[in-house]
């Protein structure tokens, strides 16, 4: 059982990433999910959630209008799509799944 993310990397300011969120060894789609980032020398912060359903979604001030969290269950996966991003967006992003689960992150750094 495990939730893997994917899809950080290297982005200039003002650019876009999605990052994917994959579980397996069970049904992602039963359970709400949510996004976490950790920069060096920072608290963790939460950024986003998603319900099962795909509603009631949950936005950090920070973020909000510009990343957006949704949710295939087809593919038992939960995206994040982040635009505009900037300096301070730089950061270990992780998933929790409501049931307790959490990945090992992906690094986003924005830098020119």
């Known amino acids: 059982v495990q939730l893997v993310e994917s899809g950080g990397g290297l982005v200039q300011p003002g650019g876009s990433l999605r990052l994917s969120c994959v579980a397996s060894?069970?049904?992602?789609?039963?359970?709400?999910v949510s996004w976490y980032r950790q920069a060096p020398g920072k608290e963790r912060e939460k950024i986003a959630s998603i319900t099962r359903a795909g509603g009631a979604n949950y936005y950090a001030s920070f973020v909000k209008g510009r990343f957006t969290v949704s949710r295939d269950n087809d593919q038992n996966t939960v995206f994040l799509q982040m635009n505009s991003l900037k300096p301070e967006d730089t950061a270990r992003y992780y998933c929790n799944s409501w049931n307790g689960y959490r990945g090992q992150g992906t690094q986003v750094t924005v830098s020119s």
């Open positions: 060894g069970f049904t992602l789609s039963n359970y709400g």
